[in-house]
T-cell receptor, first 110, second 115 residues
Framework: RKEVEQDPGPFNVPEGATVAFNCTYSNSASQSFFWYRQDCRKEPKLLMSVYSSGNEDGRFTAQLNRASQYISLLIRDSKLSDSATYLCVVNTNTGNQFYFGTGTSLTVIP | DADVTQTPRNRITKTGKRIMLECSQTKGHDRMYWYRQDPGLGLRLIYYSFDVKDINKGEISDGYSVSRQAQAKFSLSLESAIPNQTALYFC??????????????FGPGTRLTVL
């Protein structure tokens, strides 16, 4: 079983739409959770960390559900520039290894 | 200037050749990582190092070796390259201390093709 699983998509949405991605993780001891953004052929870059209480950064909202072991990312008012692959990343407390999902592809259409 | 640099950025080589990929960072981070990325498989950890004297195998270390020459440098070697090592390779760093909350900072990647 994979440590982190994501729906690969692709998600094709019109500008202005709201889109949500989910990610599940298998290790209940996981302690840190992140969403990274990766543009085509570029390096992943941190979008936001995910905290237990949930957190918001502008149009982006991340939620963590420890009981069900899933993380979500909500993007409101989608922009063309949001088109990218979104990676869910989980870190366990034991080895400090980061486990990456395969990514969810988003294309925002004019 | 980029905080995490990788050289070369692109490399085409032949089966059986020895290849070294280099990573340097100016972030002052203790922890460094090597990943490979393949379509449909996401990023997979090859090796990681928490300081100069510490080297750890990751998920897919077979066929690879690493050297942590200094805090700022972490090299990945393919002793005898094979075609299924064709991939995009990323180096990453993270600070130590607040261990599990720290994020990673990636280099721009090295695209390696083994013919």
């Amino acid at each position: 079983r994979k440590e982190v699983e994501q729906d690969p998509g692709p998600f094709n949405v019109p500008e202005g739409a709201t889109v949500a991605f989910n990610c599940t993780y298998s290790n209940s001891a996981s302690q840190s959770f992140f969403w990274y953004r990766q543009d085509c052929r570029k390096e992943p870059k941190l979008l936001m960390s995910v905290y237990s209480s949930g957190n918001e950064d502008g149009r982006f909202t991340a939620q963590l559900n420890r009981a069900s072991q899933y993380i979500s990312l909500l993007i409101r008012d989608s922009k063309l520039s949001d088109s990218a692959t979104y990676l869910c990343v989980v870190n366990t407390n034991t080895g400090n290894q980061f486990y990456f999902g395969t990514g969810t592809s988003l294309t925002v259409i004019p | 200037d980029a905080d995490v640099t990788q050289t070369p950025r692109n490399r085409i080589t032949k089966t059986g050749k020895r290849i070294m990929l280099e990573c340097s960072q100016t972030k002052g981070h203790d922890r460094m990582y090597w990943y490979r990325q393949d379509p449909g498989l996401g990023l997979r950890l090859i090796y990681y190092s928490f300081d100069v004297k510490d080297i750890n195998k990751g998920e897919i270390s077979d066929g690879y070796s690493v050297s942590r020459q200094a805090q700022a440098k972490f090299s990945l070697s393919l002793e005898s390259a094979i075609p299924n090592q064709t991939a995009l390779y990323f180096c990453a760093t993270s600070p130590s201390g607040r261990a599990h909350r720290d994020t990673q900072y990636f280099g721009p990647g090295t695209r390696l093709t083994v013919l």
